[in-house]
C-alpha cells in the first residue's frame, strides 16, 4: 500500500500545468489596461498619420525616432524622462531653440513616461504614494505657473544652461553615491510624517524646473526619496517615473492651450508635433520595455553610462553655445549648489534619528 500511495501522490510533468495556465491568465489580465493603452494609442496615431498624410514627415524625422529609442528606455529604467536624449539632440545637435526641445520633451513624455507608468501601475511595482500624491498636488501647481509666467520669457541661452546643470549635478551626485544608492533597501520611516510638505515642495519646485526644460521634477523626487528617505531603488524610480507622466501631461496641456490663446507669446512650434509623430511611436512600447528590463538585469551599468552622459552633455552644452566668463562661472556654480542641496538631503537622510526610527 505504501508503494501504491507514494505512486499515486508523486506529481506527474503536467501537475504544474493548471497552474501555470492561471498564472498565465491572471498576468494577462492584470496588464489588460496597459495592453488596450497600447491598442488605443497605436490605433489613434495611425489615424492621424494616414488621415493627415503625414507619413512623409515621419519618414523624413527618422533620426529622432532613432534617438528615442535610446530615450524612451532611459525614461522606464533610470529617474530621467525622455526629453533627457530628446532635448540634447534636438537642440545641440539639429540646432533647435531650447523652447522646441522643452516642449518635445514633453510632448513624448506624455506618451512614453504614461505608458511606462501604466505598466508599473499593471505590474503593481512598489510606489511611494504619498509623496507621489503630494508631488502631483504641487506640481499641478507649480507647472501652469511655470509655463504661463516663467518659462516664455528666459533667454534660450539659460533654458540650455539650466537644462545641463540640473542634469550634470546629477549624473555627479550618481557616481559619487552610486554603490550606496544601488544597496539601499526598503525606505526609511523617519521623514514619512512630513510626506505632504516635503512632496508640495517638490512638486512646486520640480514643476517649475520642467516647465523651463522638459524634464527636473523626476531628479527631484527620486534625489529626495535616495538621499533623503533612503529608499530603495526599485521604490525611488517608479515613482519618478511616475511623477514626470503626471508633469508632461500637464505642461504639454497648458502649454498647447495658452498656445491657442496668445501664440504671440506661448507658440508651440509645428516642429514639436512633426518630431513628436516620429518619435511617440517608438516611446509608447520604449519606456516600459526599459521598466522591464531593469528588473532582469543589473541597474547599475545603465545608471553610470547615462550618469556619464548627463555630465557629457553639460560639457558639451559649455562648447557649443560657447559659454565664457561670468557665465561660465555661475553655470558651474549652479553645479555646486545643486550638489550641496544633494549633499544637505544625504545627511539629514543619515543623522542619527533617522536611524533611530528604524529600530
Known amino acids: 500500500m505504501a508503494i501504491v500511495s507514494a505512486t499515486a ?16 491568465l491572471v498576468s494577462l489580465r492584470r496588464m489588460m489596461p496597459f495592453l ?31 534617438a528615442m529609442s535610446f530615450g524612451s528606455y532611459v525614461a522606464g529604467s533610470t529617474p530621467m524622462g525622455g526629453g533627457t536624449v530628446g532635448f540634447p539632440v534636438l537642440v545641440l545637435i539639429f540646432e533647435m531653440p531650447g523652447s522646441l526641445g522643452r516642449n518635445f520633451g514633453l510632448a513624448v513624455q506624455s506618451i512614453g513616461m504614461v505608458s511606462a507608468s501604466i505598466y508599473i501601475l499593471n505590474a503593481r511595482r512598489p510606489l511611494h504614494w504619498r509623496l507621489l500624491g503630494a508631488s502631483m498636488l504641487g506640481s499641478l501647481i507649480g507647472t501652469p505657473i511655470g509655463v504661463a509666467l516663467i518659462a516664455p520669457f528666459i533667454p534660450d541661452l539659460w533654458v540650455k544652461l539650466l537644462f545641463g546643470v540640473v542634469w550634470a549635478s546629477f549624473g555627479i551626485m550618481h557616481l559619487v553615491k552610486l554603490k550606496e544608492l544601488i544597496a ?25 524646473v520642467a516647465s523651463i ?3 527636473g521634477i523626476d531628479m527631484l523626487v527620486y534625489a529626495t526619496l535616495v ?12 515613482t519618478s517615473v ?21 501664440p504671440d507669446i506661448y507658440r508651440v512650434e509645428p516642429e514639436v508635433f512633426a518630431n513628436w509623430l516620429a518619435a511617440a511611436p517608438v516611446v509608447a512600447l520604449g519606456a516600459p520595455l526599459g521598466a522591464v528590463v531593469v528588473e532582469l538585469i543589473s541597474r547599475k551599468p545603465t545608471l553610470l553610462i547615462v550618469s556619464s552622459l548627463c555630465i557629457g552633455q553639460f560639457v558639451w552644452t559649455l562648447i ?18 545643486c550638489n550641496g542641496i544633494f549633499h544637505v538631503l544625504y545627511s539629514l537622510g543619515h543623522r542619527p534619528e533617522a536611524y533611530d526610527d528604524e529600530r
Open 320 to 337: 557649443h553655445e560657447r559659454v565664457s566668463s561670468l557665465t561660465l562661472m555661475a553655470a558651474f556654480l549652479a553645479v555646486v549648489l
Open 213 to 215: 526644460t522638459g524634464v
Open 184 to 208: 539601499a533597501e526598503g525606505i526609511t520611516q523617519h521623514w514619512r510624517r512630513f510626506d505632504l510638505p516635503i512632496g508640495l515642495s517638490i512638486g512646486l519646485a520640480g514643476g517649475i
Open 227 to 238: 538621499l533623503l528617505y533612503r529608499a530603495d531603488l526599485k521604490i525611488s524610480i517608479p
Open 36 to 66: 488596450i493603452w497600447l491598442a488605443g494609442f497605436y490605433f489613434v496615431w495611425s489615424l492621424i498619420v494616414i488621415m493627415g498624410g503625414h507619413w512623409s514627415t515621419v519618414i523624413s524625422h527618422w533620426p529622432i525616432a532613432l
Open 9 to 24: 501522490d508523486a506529481p506527474s510533468p503536467n501537475a504544474t500545468s493548471p497552474t501555470v495556465v492561471v498564472r498565465m
Open 242 to 262: 511616475c511623477l514626470m507622466a503626471f508633469t508632461s501631461v500637464i505642461g504639454i496641456m497648458f502649454n498647447l492651450l495658452l498656445g491657442t490663446i496668445r
